[in-house]
């Protein structure tokens, strides 16, 4: 490692040379995992404008829409090629009853969403519009199952309703204008239930967690992957208490971490400094060092890997836009948190060993999302180009790179890498690398090395901005948008890149 830089450090240097740094890339090591499509997933909550206006405008919409969806966000999460979709909640899922959202939609109940707003809750959208939805974008659909105000027999009759070829469940979904049933993979057995869903502790939890996930049955072929609910953050025991004590009755085990300062002053989205910059960095990798300690954990009780750790909740949380409702979440999105998805991805194709999936929140208009609307007007935020940049690394085995970095800190003590960096292998051989460059003022010089690749060509993308805190505004031309990368260059012992400051960068090499 080299020598810890304090800012001030860091400009000095940044005014002399830049950063060097050397990238081997063991492309030959023996029965490397396969990087799962749902590392890359999302998340979408009744909350605020993520399912109203931002994904559902109904279809008698002067916006264009597909049955309701709005075309263009259907359009962009297409290209995104969003893995898997977690539904109806977060906290919503604790007290959503299923049955409000299926049938003529004039007849559906409209209750007040307490959770998020005190907004009215129309249910326009429910089961048939979410899964409809994931069948149309090629996404999994992961329900979030309501245990904290739900029944075990209300699970079990939504299960049997989505999934179920015969019987009373499938007459009923049949009469709503379904005959065939769907296919839902992954449920989740309750959400935050240490929490709002349901203010439980681990051992009180595991006990409810194996009586409703006895009764979610799977039907007609479709098999569940059952998911308990995990720690909020570093909250080691409850991966303890329910490792020990459901482990054998659950697929995957989830557990939830935002990048949050300080939850009573989480600052603003857009107005911050170099060195709050730097901190919010800081606070994001302190999820290599979680991931790690929930994997240990686990692997004492389940050596050979078989339940699978799901963050299901991860992101920045930010204080809303001025003049919004604070109840609905919504933050601009800047190059900071592309910085901070680049950073997280790259660590999260590190542990794919035991993580099995990972869902930012949330996908439309809500905390650190893909797309904001503002009624008609849609636009694609920072972190969607990171998305769909790195979405090549989805189902391609991952390849062990190794490299030293420094470190940059804030003056809280907090400190980042200055680079990160991981690379994969597709289906046609092709290798790409996710590097990224958090430095807001050294360039950097990678050498990339291979054990015994010889490159023949390189290409690539590159997204950065004039300044950090730029965003993407309607009415504007885009701030923050990828571009092709001229940076890197083969050379006989391997691949060159200069690397700009607080850049992301995305290369393919054959």
Not at 337 to 363: C, G, P, S, T, Y
Request: net charge negative; proline share 5%.
């Amino acid at each position: 490692m080299k020598h810890l830089l304090t800012l001030s450090a860091a400009v000095i240097l940044s005014l002399t040379a830049s950063a060097q740094i050397r990238l081997s890339v063991h492309e030959t090591a023996p029965d490397q995992p396969v990087i799962p499509r749902e590392i890359y997933g999302q998340f979408s909550e009744h909350l605020g404008k993520c399912i109203y206006e931002g994904i559902w405008v109904g279809p008698d919409s002067d916006i264009p829409n597909v049955d309701g969806y709005r075309t263009d966000v259907l359009e962009a999460l297409k290209a995104l090629k969003v893995p898997v979709l977690r539904w109806p909640g977060g906290c919503f899922a604790d007290e959503y009853h299923w049955r409000d959202g299926i049938g003529p939609r004039e007849n559906r109940p409209k209750i007040l969403n307490s959770n998020w707003g005190g907004t009215l809750e129309d249910n326009s959208f429910g089961t048939h519009e979410f899964l409809n939805l994931c069948e149309m974008i090629g996404a999994e659909p992961y329900i979030s199952g309501n245990v904290g105000s739900g029944t075990v027999e209300e699970l079990a009759k939504w299960v049997e309703y989505m999934t179920a070829d015969k019987g009373s469940m499938a007459d009923l979904r049949a009469q709503n204008g379904r005959k065939e049933p769907w296919k839902v993979k992954y449920l989740g057995i309750g959400n935050e239930t240490w929490g709002c869903g349901g203010d439980m502790t681990a051992d009180y939890y595991s006990d409810v967690y194996k009586r409703y996930a006895l009764y979610a049955r799977d039907f007609s072929g479709n098999h569940l992957y059952k998911v308990a609910c995990g720690a909020s953050g570093d909250d080691y025991n409850w991966t303890k208490v329910l490792m020990q004590r459901a482990r054998d009755k659950m697929n995957g085990l989830s557990v939830h971490f935002y990048s949050v300062i300080d939850w009573n002053r989480k600052g603003s989205a857009t107005d911050f400094t170099a060195d709050a910059y730097y901190d919010i960095l800081g606070k994001t990798v302190e999820i290599d060092e979680l991931l790690r300690n929930h994997t240990a954990i686990m692997d004492t009780y389940d050596p050979q890997g078989r339940v699978g750790l799901l963050l299901d909740e991860w992101g920045t949380w930010f204080e809303v836009e001025p003049g919004t409702n604070p109840g609905h979440l919504f933050q601009q999105n800047t190059m900071r948190d592309a910085m901070v998805a680049a950073l997280n991805l790259n660590i999260f194709n590190k542990h794919v060993k035991r993580l099995r999936m990972a869902n930012i929140a949330q996908i439309v208009n809500v905390l650190q999302a893909m797309i904001l609307t503002d009624g008609p007007r849609m636009l694609l935020t920072p972190t969607y180009h990171v998305f769909r940049m790195f979405n090549v690394h989805q189902g391609a085995t991952l390849v062990p790179v190794e490299y030293s970095s420094g470190e940059l800190r804030a003056s809280s003590g907090r400190s980042c890498p200055d680079f990160s960096a991981s690379a994969s292998r597709d289906q046609d051989g092709i290798f790409h690398l996710s590097l990224a460059n958090p430095d807001l003022e050294r360039p950097q010089t990678v050498e990339i090395r291979f054990d015994d690749k010889k490159a023949r060509t390189v290409s690539g993308e590159i997204l950065r901005a004039d300044k950090i805190q730029a965003y993407n505004a309607f009415g504007k031309e885009p701030a923050v948008a990828p571009a092709a990368f001229r940076g890197a260059k083969v050379t006989k012992d391997g691949i060159t890149v200069e690397l700009p400051p607080a850049s992301v960068v995305v290369l393919a090499v054959r």
